[in-house]
């Protein structure tokens, strides 16, 4: 089994709900509600689950664009693990480098302002790389690596499309060699051809540098072909954990066969599966006592309302939270292509 590089223990972020001329604290947004998974070298670890989930949360604590409400961010680099949800700014900026970041919007994730080659080599510049010509080599060479002309060095963003502007800012991130990337919805921006081409581009990275990657998205079929693993994200918790082809043909809790049966069949023809949940989504604000899954539940019952269900390993690698899990009979959903 490969070694782990990254291991998330109870995290959590909440976030202060302020009311009145006072600007008091009436309540907490629990948009993390105690996530813990850990990710391998050389994996793809996928978090999926409807807007507003917490997915995107957990991805910017672990990189430390928001500061952590409790919990460990353990991440091991040469050897040595550091817990990251306790180092101060300062203790940070050596670690940086070794984690970087895909943004979703490939627009406003660039500096319309900068050039192609000043916005890949920034990181560069930032982290002691002063020759300019130096810094130009290796601007070139993550621009061959992402499949980018050479020509392309001195325009501007505006000129590109957004599949190119994607390109742009994964060779950014990769800039500093990464041991971690996180790619924050990369293509859920993008338009359908072109999403499977950076999608391919990130795969053949992963292969030739020996990429880890924590894939956010919300796109099952997505997910499906990128991911190793796959976490399901519910109102702040984490609600299944296991291997994508496992995951895919049998779900073991109701949350996941539910997102399962919503994602698009390439069947024109094929008898529709889809469950449809009633009611919202959970108010992170403001959960439902038990598990949080229970108003929109059909399996739910009496003690499912009271008592909050705690992720357990349910079968070898598969871990999920349900009370009920294995009284269900859960039917696989048809892998989709």
Not at 69 to 92: C, H, M, P, W, Y
Not at 124 to 142: C, F, P, S, Y
Not at 228 to 234: K, S
Request: proline letters at 7%; aromatic letters at 4%.
């Amino acid at each position: 089994m490969s070694e782990t590089l990254l291991e998330v223990r109870g995290l959590k972020k909440h976030f202060p709900i302020r009311k009145g001329l006072l600007r008091r604290v009436t309540g907490q947004v629990r948009a993390v509600d105690g996530v813990s998974f850990s990710v391998r070298k050389g994996e793809t670890l996928a978090l999926v689950g409807e807007s507003g989930c917490g997915k995107t949360t957990v991805s910017r604590c672990i990189l430390r664009a928001l500061a952590p409400t409790a919990g460990e961010i353990n991440f091991t680099i040469a050897g040595k693990t550091v817990d990251l949800a306790k180092l101060s700014r300062a203790q940070l900026r050596p670690l940086r480098r070794h984690m970087q970041m895909v943004f979703q919007d490939p627009y406003s994730s660039l500096n319309p302002r900068m050039v192609v080659g000043d916005i890949i080599g920034e990181p560069l510049l930032i982290n002691g790389m002063t020759d300019r010509a130096e810094r130009r080599r290796r601007v070139l060479e993550l621009m061959e690596l992402v499949q980018l002309p050479a020509a392309y060095i001195n325009r501007f963003p505006h000129a590109f499309s957004g599949g190119q502007r994607q390109r742009i800012g994964i060779a950014r991130a990769l800039a500093l060699n990464p041991e971690l990337i996180v790619a924050d919805e990369p293509v859920s921006a993008l338009d359908v051809s072109v999403q499977a081409q950076i999608l391919n581009l990130l795969l053949d990275l992963q292969d030739r540098l020996g990429l880890t990657v924590l894939f956010v998205a919300h796109d099952l079929s997505v997910v499906k072909h990128v991911a190793d693993r796959v976490a399901v994200m519910y109102v702040g918790r984490m609600v299944e954990l296991a291997e994508t082809e496992a995951l895919y043909s049998r779900p073991l809790h109701p949350y996941t066969e539910a997102l399962l049966s919503a994602a698009p069949t390439p069947v024109p023809d094929a008898v529709s599966t889809r469950i449809i949940l009633e009611r919202e989504i959970a108010d992170p604000a403001n959960p439902p006592p038990g598990c949080a899954f229970h108003p929109r539940c059909g399996h739910a019952t009496e003690r499912c309302k009271q008592e909050r269900p705690e992720m357990i390993e349910a079968e070898p690698g598969r871990f999920v939270a349900c009370l009920r899990w294995d009284e269900l009979s859960l039917r696989g959903i048809a892998a989709m292509t």
